[in-house]
């Protein structure tokens, strides 16, 4: 009995798209300030169902980052391209979700005597929480470091959520930005292991799984993305790979400053990072030397051994301004413009 | 397995306890891990899956009363899991799946041509599902109410029992849904979801393939 004839894509055509978006994060400029967060948060997230969910992130470098831990929960693949198996983020992992006790504190007159404090979504005083290690880091003094890492969805060129999604409930659109169908997932989780970044989050209440859209309806108006176009650290670029007037081309293809993070996940992300030009390290008789700050080991833990090449390149073009000479690629970083770093998404939203 | 004709109010049939359920004869199935290889293609990651599918077997009566059909199930669980309090945790889950044609295959959940369809519970759900499939990765949740599927669930002494009850005949023929007559035989097979081990989609245990249903005029 022939009922439905229902074609069964396949992950190669899932996983295809014409173009590919992407963002640029210069980490030397970004402040930490959280601006990306909360304009994600309020255009996607602010839902009693996903107070949980970050789909933008920022933490302080070196840390347990956000998922706490993501990097040794596994997923992604390795290098012979065989799928690895991951484990999933808890609540208190994602962040959680605080309440407070405004309404006694503050609205029943015990502002004198009560102090605010935060109730885990779990039940009880939380463990652990978003941005939980502002600004701590690692070293000792006087050598210190910290760095901030803002994070989403990569919109990775082989996404490993749609290859582990039984449902093929994932997909990428042809602009390359990488979907979940609401209507077919059943929330079984396994993208949410698969994803090295974990950059997917389960909605207990709908208990369907959720990412970083991109702002898509944005793009279809060629507004740039959210946390893009709201970073007043002037750090973001977006725009199709392969525009070469786009300031991601110039930064990623052409002057090959800005690298993936952890691209031994085998996913070949698509955010690409401007790594940190740490200030000079202190010798032990308190002299500046020519060690940066940041250990060469900690930033090629992150971005691979290609960190080195992109720093050099950096430091070369920075020294070059110090001369008083030009740089064309500091004055692209520096991009006093904003249209400048968005190719043609400029449009404001309405 | 046989299912004899009761005649009993169909109501009756929900209560796992009723008197009636002595006349018909307890099945006894084992139950094994799903090949999982066998959906690499569709999820190479679950296809790595090891320690799901432990429960190893599952207890069934079914019975009918010329107008409906009921399908009492039990098994061992030590958890119950019938809520998602944490981001990682899974529900307990019972389904019979029913072949439209004889072609079909319970080891893929059926194909393109051969559709399957299941009765599917989750101990978190009121309601259950009925589900259409052409092959996994291609299952399809319906509200079990709207197409006449009722359940009744308990769990005691570290063991589920699950009821299931439908019209033999369903609604429209639109509607998908498998057919039940005295005197005709069909096919039926298990599966058990472990929320306390992780068990979701393919991650399970079944119990292999068709297992004969004839019901008794
Ligand atoms: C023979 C008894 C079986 C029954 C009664 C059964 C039933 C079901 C049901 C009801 C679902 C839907 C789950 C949901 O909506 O959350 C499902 C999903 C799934 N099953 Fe089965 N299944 C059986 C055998 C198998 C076998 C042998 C495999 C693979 C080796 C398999 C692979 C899958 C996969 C990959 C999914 C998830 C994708 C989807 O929802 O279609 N099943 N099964
Ligand atoms: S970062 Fe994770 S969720 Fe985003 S496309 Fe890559 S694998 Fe998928
Ligand atoms: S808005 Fe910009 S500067 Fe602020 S945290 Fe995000 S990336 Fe950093």
Redesign the interface.
Known sequence: MKILNNTVPSKQQLMASDRQLATVIDLNKCMGCQSCVVACKNLWTEREDAHHMRWMSVATAPGSLYPRDFEKKGGGYDQQGNAQAGELPSMVDSGDAFTFNHQEVLYEGNAQSKKLEPTSALGGAPEWGYNWEEDQGKGEWPNPYFFYMPRKCNHCSQPACVDACSRNAIYKREDGIVLIDQDKCEGHRHCVAACPYKMIFFNPVTQKSEKCIECFPRIDQKIASACNRQCPGRTRAFGFLDDRNSLVYRLVEEFKVAIPLHPEYGTTPNVFYVPPMSPQAFDDNNELTDEMRIPDSVLEGYFGPGVHKALAILLAEREKKKQGEASELMDLLISRKWQDRFAEFTNHPV | MKVPYIKQHADVFLDPNAGLWKKSAVGRFNLMPTPIKM?E????????STEYGKVNQIESRIAHNGAKITILLSWQDATRNDA?????QFIDGVAVMFP??SNANPLTMGD????VNAWFWRADKEEPYDV?A??????K?RIGKELGLVVNSSYQDGRWTVVFQRALRAGLISH?QVNFAPDKVTGISFAVWDGGNAD???QKSFSGGWEPLELEA
Do not use: C, K, V
Not at chain 2, 84 to 88: A, C, E, Q, S, V
Not at chain 2, 112 to 115: F, R, Y
């Open positions: 959906i293609h569709l999820s190479p990651f679950m296809a790595n998602i309090r944490d981001l990682d439209f044609t393109a041509e051969n559709p259409i052409h092959g996994y990765g291609s299952s949740r998908q979701r989609a393919a």
